[in-house]
């Protein structure tokens, strides 16, 4: 069961980003499979959810902004074209809007 949550939720992050990095996949898909609040998640939301909140915490100066006393909301928001730009190196056709909540397909 868990192997095939784990190579739904790979395929779902290969259909996502298709040029992501073999250690990045490994390590989003670790996450999505880790945390609590996504096993019962759909694979693709899984998946997506969790590249989300992987390459804004190793990508981006989120934590930094964070540690600096930024709310989250304003680290989110100065962080978006960095995690946005690491999506598109990946071949991501959907990326992160403003609200951190919307997305769009390019």
């Known amino acids: ?7 739904g939720i790979e395929a779902a992050l290969l259909a996502l ?7 990045d996949l490994a390590a ?6 880790a945390s ?3 096993k019962t998640a759909a694979p693709e939301h899984a998946a997506w959810l969790s590249l989300v909140a992987y390459v804004r915490h190793n990508f981006t100066d989120y934590d930094a902004m964070l ?9 989110r928001h100065f962080c978006l074209p960095a995690l946005n730009d690491v999506l598109a ?6 990326l992160v809007g403003g609200d951190d ?3 769009h397909i390019r």
Request: hydrophobic letters at 45%.
């Open 1 to 7: 069961m868990v192997i095939d949550r784990k190579r």
């Open 17 to 23: 980003v298709p040029h992501v990095p073999a250690r």
């Open 28 to 33: 989003v898909a670790a996450q999505a499979l």
């Open 36 to 38: 609590r609040g996504l």
């Open 67 to 75: 540690e600096e006393g930024y709310g989250a909301e304003a680290a």
């Open 89 to 94: 190196e990946w071949g991501a056709r959907r």
């Open 101 to 103: 909540a919307a997305c």
